[in-house]
């Protein structure tokens, strides 16, 4: 009589410790998975960083108007502007 309740007793212990290590196995890849996308959104974020200073620069008023005079263009003469009133239909 022993014998009948041993087997099932020690098939739900193998079957608990075999879904414990199954669940600690999938905690384990799920943080190493996290790890990893954690380092590479930082290199993103770096990588981004890098691309707005370059665009930065790039749209710098110095540089825009050191290179439009490297190209011999000049300032203009007369300047018009037209002043535009928000009764006059314009709608943003």
Same mark, same amino acid.
């Given at each position: %009589?022993? &014998? +009948? ?14 879904? +414990? ?12 998975? /996290?790890?990893?996308? &954690? /380092?590479?959104? #930082?290199?993103?974020? +770096?990588? +981004? ?16 108007? #050191? ?5 011999? %263009?000049?300032?203009? #003469? ?7 009133? #928000? ?6």
């Amino acid at each position: %009589m022993k &014998k +009948n309740i041993i087997f099932p007793f020690l098939f739900l212990v193998i079957s608990v410790w075999a879904v +414990n290590i199954y669940i600690s196995a999938q905690i384990a890849q799920v943080g190493y998975r /996290t790890a990893t996308l &954690k /380092t590479e959104a #930082e290199k993103i974020r +770096n990588y +981004n960083r890098e691309l707005a200073a370059k665009a930065a620069r790039k749209e710098s008023l110095w540089i825009i108007e #050191e290179r439009a005079l490297s190209l011999k %263009m000049k300032y203009p #003469e007369k300047v018009n502007y037209i002043v535009v009133s #928000e009764e006059s239909g314009a709608r943003r």
